[in-house]
């Protein structure tokens, strides 16, 4: 039971701590507010609305209102945890204008408050929703209060 058996554990441990001490591992801050680029809003907040109406079974196309909250993290790319208020539009979901379009009002009107968590890498235009979740905008306000 000699002191070999030691041996690769200390050095495997310091050199771990000697790495730890020059800064070669990364720390990842995780999410923080920060307001995104106007780019990069743009380009992300058009992901997402084409995104949920592609997926929705709703007639009318929906559109961004308001950004409410963005926050960030970086990783391999940028993970941004987004929430929205968007409202449904008076234009049919194939219509490629929708983005333009006004909203709806009176018995159509739908506004909508959705928090996603979208993940791009914005150097080679890469977008992917990875969670998306909403409610009506008059229910939010008692969940948000």
Known sequence: MGTGRWRKPLLLL?????SAKLGHFQRWEGFQEKPMSK???NSTLTF????YNNASNDT?????QKLI??????????????T???GRTKCKRNDSSSSSCPLQSKKLRKS??????????PWINY??????????AEHAGRDLG
């Not at 997402?48 to 995104?51: H, L, P, R």
């Not at 977008?127 to 009506?136: A, K, R, T």
Request: overall charge positive; proline content about 0%; glycine content about 2%.
């Open 60 to 64: 009318y196309s929906y559109r961004v």
């Open 127 to 136: 977008f992917q929703l990875w969670n998306n979740s909403c409610v009506e």
């Open 48 to 51: 997402f609305i084409q995104s």
């Open 112 to 121: 909508l408050i959705c928090e996603s968590l979208i993940y791009t890498v």
């Open 84 to 86: 929205v208020k968007i």
């Open 39 to 41: 780019k990069n809003m």
């Open 14 to 18: 310091s050199a771990l701590v000697l």
């Open 69 to 82: 909250r963005s926050q960030m993290q970086l990783t391999t790319g940028v993970e941004y945890i987004v």
